[in-house]
């Protein structure tokens, strides 16, 4: 039987997006779908899971973005898709907050502020905990890609602020440390060893 593809889920891929998943991508020695970027996502999850699958090695970063849409937009449906495929193993989602209203918001399992902090506390969209939240059960994050992360089953769904930006704390410029801390909390409740530095 053929081994599936390991992937992990960013539910966000604008350009600042892009420009930060793909720098952790390489600062980790991972793959990027480049062509999953796009706001809103500009393929399929079938066409997705055909680029998934060419990659040469894994685990593989894919991005995905509903541009600001409440209701489930091509972000999400890809991301259904590429997630309930049989020859992909899904690892861990990114689930990124926005300012978008109207949605349900996805239960997370833990969430990284922008000042690195690992937190039970939800964030929002510039990666501040958010105030009066520490309520029993699993922080929300309100985001307009994230609402079909309820219906999935995957091992552990990190909460963030704005891929790349977050007042400058996840700039590419330094790296994208806070989106690179989500990805390594996913790497490690999986037991994947990873080079944490290319040189």
Do not use: W
Not at 6 to 27: F, W, Y
Not at 133 to 143: A, Q, R, T, W, Y
């Amino acid at each position: 039987m053929k081994k599936r593809v390991r992937v992990i889920l960013v539910t966000d891929g604008d350009s600042v997006a892009q420009e930060a998943v793909e720098t952790v991508a390489q600062s980790l020695n991972l793959r990027c779908i480049s062509a999953s970027a796009g706001n809103p996502t500009p393929i399929s999850g079938e066409t997705m899971v055909n680029l998934i699958k060419q990659a040469e090695h894994d685990p593989v970063l894919v991005m995905f973005d509903d541009k600001g849409e409440p209701e489930k937009g091509m972000g999400e449906f890809a991301l259904e898709y590429v997630a309930k495929h049989p020859d992909i193993e899904v690892l861990g989602a990114v689930a990124v907050a926005s300012n978008t209203t109207g949605i349900q918001g996805a239960k997370v399992d833990l969430c990284i502020a922008k000042d690195g902090t690992i937190s039970r506390t939800a964030v929002d969209k510039k990666g501040d905990k958010k105030c009066g939240n520490l309520m029993i059960g699993e922080p929300i994050i309100k985001g307009d890609t994230v609402d079909v992360l309820n219906e999935l089953d995957i091992p552990l769904v990190v909460g963030i602020g704005d891929v790349g930006k977050m007042k400058r704390k996840d700039d590419i410029c330094i790296g994208a440390p806070i989106t690179r801390k989500a990805i390594e909390e996913i790497l490690q409740k999986n037991s994947i060893d990873y080079q944490t530095e290319i040189l």
